[in-house]
T-cell receptor, first 114, second 114 residues
């Protein structure tokens, strides 16, 4: 089955700095890669996703890049703000197979200091 | 349009007891997945239901069982509770078809086994 590794496990930055979280996956057939943000005591919420036919996607201060050859994808947050502090999870998924589900990384705790 | 809802929000049980958790998917969604999230970990896939059948199962014992109803809502049952079953149980739903790969999570049920 799919295995997703996520690094770093914790990341501390100053407000305004950039943050980068990296994930690798094992199943080359995976074709959908969402990122979820989970604040303390709350549900995971989708913040951005990327499909395997795209190399990069941006949404305001957030971007995701995908390298299918190397089987890794990264989340980039620019101009970080204290409200970005949360746990971020990457996931990989084989969409369209009818019999697949999300495999998550172990999460990165991002702390943005004012 | 209500998102994914779960009940109850919190639950305390003792070892050996049984528990039932409930989930209502987002409007228009027909596929429900259940995840277990231990403290400090990423969500771990338990099983997925579609058309009232268990479609796929993760690495969880038979003590974990589920059901999906004709209205697409779902239940997760755990028998013979163990201390290690203490976790946040998340339900996620999605639709089927093009562009429906995104899974949306409910707020979770926090289960404490004493």
């Amino acid at each position: 089955g799919e295995n997703v590794e996520q690094h770093p496990s914790t990341l501390s930055v100053q407000e305004g700095d950039s943050a980068v979280i990296k994930c690798t996956y094992s199943d080359s057939a995976s074709n959908y890669f969402p990122w979820y943000k989970q604040e303390l005591g709350k549900r995971p919420q989708l913040i951005i996703d990327i499909r395997s036919n795209v190399g990069e996607k941006k949404d305001q201060r957030i971007a995701v890049t995908l390298n299918k050859t190397a089987k890794h994808f990264s989340l980039h947050i620019t101009e970080t703000q204290p409200e970005d502090s949360a746990v971020y999870f990457c996931a990989a998924y084989l969409w369209g197979s009818g019999y697949s589900t999300l495999t998550f990384g172990k999460g990165t705790m991002l702390l943005v200091s004012p | 349009d209500a998102g994914v809802t779960q009940s109850p929000t919190h639950l305390i049980k003792t070892r050996g007891q049984q528990v039932t958790l409930r989930c209502s998917p987002k409007s228009g969604h027909d596929t429900v997945s259940w995840y277990q999230q231990a403290l400090g970990q990423g969500p771990q896939f338990i099983f997925q239901y579609y058309e009232e059948e268990e479609r796929q199962r993760g690495n969880f014992p038979d003590r974990f069982s589920g059901h999906q109803f004709p209205n697409y809502s779902s239940e997760l049952n755990v028998n013979a509770l163990l201390l290690g079953d203490s976790a946040l149980y998340l339900c996620a739903s999605r639709g089927t078809g093009q562009g429906m790969e995104t899974q949306y999570f409910g707020p979770g049920t926090r289960l404490l086994v004493l």
